[in-house]
Nanobody, 115 residues
Framework: QVQLVESGGGLVQSGGSLRLTCAASGIFFSLYTMGWYRQAPGKQRELVATMHKDGSTDYADSVKGRFTISRDNAKKMVYLQMNSLKPGDTAVYYC?????????WGQGTQVTVSS
């Protein structure tokens, strides 16, 4: 059974930093692209960043240069370091495992950035 558990969200002032963590279990972690998505109130869920099994990364234009995704295959963990946070980054952040035929999501962690 695939399980993804996010942590690290919270309330931070504009310009601050947070580090999100996703702990995965029940999957051959190193085989899959892992990603972070977010969903703000009234908006669709959107891609924030992904890291492929070869270590290559993709970022949404809105977070390039501010956010960094990383992973530890031995620990089955994926991280999102978020710097220079803006109020527009306020959302629920979800961890995703891109398992073919079984895309998997965590329960989400709330990030709120105050101005």
């Amino acid at each position: 059974q695939v399980q993804l558990v996010e942590s690290g969200g919270g309330l931070v002032q504009s310009g601050g930093s947070l580090r999100l963590t996703c702990a995965a279990s029940g999957i051959f972690f190193s085989l899959y692209t892992m990603g972070w998505y977010r969903q703000a109130p009234g908006k669709q869920r959107e891609l924030v960043a992904t890291m492929h099994k070869d270590g290559s990364t993709d970022y949404a234009d809105s977070v390039k240069g501010r956010f960094t995704i990383s992973r530890d295959n031995a620990k089955k963990m994926v991280y999102l370091q978020m710097n220079s946070l803006k109020p527009g980054d306020t959302a629920v952040y979800y961890c995703n495992a891109a398992i073919p035929g079984l895309p998997s999501w965590g329960q989400g962690t709330q990030v709120t950035v105050s101005s």
